[in-house]
């Protein structure tokens, strides 16, 4: 069983409001990625982290930026939110590269 | 092709097989998964493979692994109406840059009672 969570499971805010989807795991996983899923089901990987102060981008260019201060704590932030940022936002991490992922819950972001 | 291919639908009456495919791209890939992601969830890991290995069963489920050609399916016996949902193919690369898992687009699987 995974122990992986993410809050808030869903967010409705308004444009240009600033807001940080919280990831957190209890299993000392070195590596934690972000991925957006598309209503039409797709997956792209926006950042991901190798570690305590290691942040990269993903494939998909976001307005997000994250932080990895500390092993279990993976946070993504957006300063100024707008309607194109309304998405699944899904959290995982994974013991190595290239080993099998464990995903959050996911938080569904709606920004009206 | 670079990516990932699954068919993005499936349907099937409850009590049938199901068989879900997905070619990959990378033939020195290690580790071929199937995850399960139902309505408003995060994605579950189902099963993997190993890449020398032909085929894997747990339970209800049947992975079978062609790498000639790059072919892997996920064969869901019985199939009941909580199987529906979106299950999703990735691939490890080694070549993969920033890429961890590459994953296909998914295939709904929807379970007709």
């Known amino acids: 069983e995974a122990d992986i969570y993410q809050t808030p499971r869903y967010l409705v805010i308004g444009t240009g409001k600033k807001i940080t989807l919280e990831c957190s795991q209890t299993m000392g996983h070195d590596k934690m990625y972000w991925y957006q899923q598309d209503p039409g089901m797709e997956l792209h990987l926006i950042h991901y982290?190798?570690?305590?102060?290691?942040?990269e981008k993903g494939d998909l260019s976001s307005e997000s930026t994250v932080s990895r201060i500390r092993t279990e704590h993976f946070p993504l932030t957006l300063e100024s939110a707008r309607p194109s940022h309304t998405s699944q936002y899904l959290c995982?991490?994974?013991?190595?590269?290239?080993?099998?992922?464990?995903f959050g819950s996911g938080t569904q972001l709606s920004v009206l | 092709g670079e990516d990932v291919e699954q068919s993005l639908f499936l349907s099937v009456r409850e009590g049938d097989s199901s068989v879900i495919n997905c070619t990959y791209t990378?033939?020195?890939?290690?580790?071929l998964y199937w995850y399960k992601q139902e309505p408003g969830a995060g994605l579950q890991l189902l099963t993997y493979?190993?890449?020398?290995?032909d085929m894997k069963q747990d339970q209800r489920l049947t992975v079978l692994l062609n790498k000639k050609d790059k072919h892997l399916s996920l064969r869901i016996a019985d199939t009941q109406t909580g199987d529906s949902a979106i299950y999703f193919c990735a691939e490890t690369r080694r070549n993969s840059g920033n890429t961890p898992l590459v994953f296909g687009k998914g295939t709904r699987l929807s379970v007709i009672a």
């Open positions: 982290s190798y570690g305590v102060n290691s942040t």
């Open positions: 990378d033939s020195s890939s290690t580790y």
């Open positions: 493979i190993f890449s020398n290995m």
């Open positions: 995982a991490s994974s013991r190595v590269e290239g080993e099998k992922l464990f």
